[in-house]
């Protein structure tokens, strides 16, 4: 059963109206329309209507008297970070999903999980596939089902994940893309698990003799500021295709290009 603060947090990347309601698949259990969403008043209610999903739930928002007192006085309350979703512990081997298989295969994953550079488990309740960190502090998970979520953050990811042991780091925004990078010899893969590079993740890739940032094609104004903080030991490439969905040898003519 899923948290409640697993649950906000989801009906919170929904776009609704104050007085309206939204219906679409629950997230949790896969139910197809089952799942409703209403505000009033700036609260929030949801409901999976599948008799056998036992999601349901009420919000009423961040902003609550203590918050509005303080936007009135100009004053600030200090927001804590919330804390992130734990592993699922309930986990088994891939193999042991055909669903999971063939998504590993697709996004070309399955040979950097066969050679022991990346931990990848399968989470049965929750139908995703985990792809854990080096320490295994911290995993994302891809959903096999066809719901909003698609991908999950769970435990301590500040470093990102790094897939292979190659001395020349390859940045990318996802893991499956880390993975596929992996299986270029002298390529590392690490997925930022978005576009920005924080602190911890520079001093992470710090070790690496070389670091090359690849970004989509559309994403050169974006590249140009990450460029300035990773510095001069470092080079950029913009690619029309994500990296999952290439070969070694077409990665390889990525990175080798010179834009």
Known sequence: MSSYREQVEWVKTL???EGSRITTDCPFCGGKNKFTLDKFDGKLVWNCYRASCNVKGAHSGERNLDAVKARLSGSSIKRHKPEPK????ITTNVSNSDTALAYLKKVNSYDAFLRGDIKIRYAPKESRVLFYNKDNTGAV???MRP????????GELSKGIHVGNGDHAILVEDVASACAVSNVTGLTGVALLGTNITKSIKRAISKYKKVTLVLDNDASAKAVSLMSVLGYRSQVRLTVVDLKYLSPDKIREVIEYEI
């Open 141 to 143: 998970g891809r959903s």
């Open 15 to 17: 776009s609704i109206k």
């Open 86 to 89: 734990p592993i699922p512990t």
């Open 147 to 154: 719901v909003r979520a698609k991908w999950w953050s769970y």
